[in-house]
């Protein structure tokens, strides 16, 4: 009985010593310089240098436990720019939503009539700002501002007029999505620079919007440390 005993002690404890000499061995691999990495390639050959190698690499891999977080290596630069993994938000239509019923069009524009309220009281104190301001670049904003809504309430009110006219002759009506207003929108814009300047105006908003965007995205990223 006490031979066993003694046998599996010497068992375990002489294949603890193997593992951590292994420890030991791939542990000191990493902190040799290359003179003697290379020396040691020499001495153990090829096949034997890549397998002792690789070896290195796995035990490094490896998580101490399956809750502890994966350790990388601090020499590895991290990505200014990374992507939230968070939960996002995901905004939908209630008209196309069943679980708040069916759409109702009239009630619709009753709940949210407030809203076109809204857009021409702010119409309205932009064309008094237009016609009162000394300053010229907050005029100049002002008028642009103006300008932008004026095209955005032009493009609906052509659109709500093209959902009439299919409903007329009973098809669907296709509602827009901000995705779709915002492409309309800007192919107005084009369109009304290129009647004012020609190609070579709407080359200069192009390049202006890409210097605004770049600049925008610059601010966004973190100061870093030099």
């Known amino acids: 009985m006490s031979d066993t005993s003694e046998s599996e002690d010497t068992y375990y404890s002489s294949s603890d010593n ?14 040799l310089t290359f003179g003697e990495l290379a020396g040691l390639k020499e001495n153990l050959g090829d096949k034997a240098f890549r397998h002792a190698i690789n070896e290195s690499k796995e035990i490094k891999r490896k998580r101490k436990s399956k809750n502890a977080p994966q ?8 990505s200014v720019i990374r992507n939230d993994q968070s939960k996002k938000m995901k905004s939908y239509d209630p008209r196309f939503n069943r679980s708040h019923g069916s759409y109702n069009e009239d009630l619709f524009k009753k709940s949210y009539g407030f ?4 857009r021409r009281q702010e119409m309205k104190k932009l064309e008094d700002q237009v016609k009162k301001e000394k300053d010229p670049m907050v005029k100049e ?15 609906l009110k052509q659109h709500r007029k093209k959902e009439i006219e299919l409903v007329k002759h009973g098809k669907k009506p296709f ?6 207003q915002k492409k309309l929108l800007m192919a ?8 004012k300047g020609g190609d070579a105006a709407i080359d200069k908003y192009i390049e202006k919007k890409r210097k605004k965007n770049a600049s925008k995205k610059r601010k966004e990223l973190p100061m870093l440390s030099l």
């Open 115 to 118: 809203v076109n309220d809204l």
């Open 71 to 78: 350790e990388i290596s601090c020499k590895r630069p991290v």
């Open 141 to 155: 904003k002002a008028k642009e501002l103006l300008l932008s809504l004026e095209s955005k309430k032009d493009v």
């Open 188 to 195: 107005e814009k084009f369109k009304a620079i290129k009647e």
């Open 18 to 31: 193997e593992s951590g000499e292994s420890q030991n061995d791939t542990g000191t691999l990493s902190a």
């Open 175 to 180: 509602y827009l999505k901000k995705s779709d």
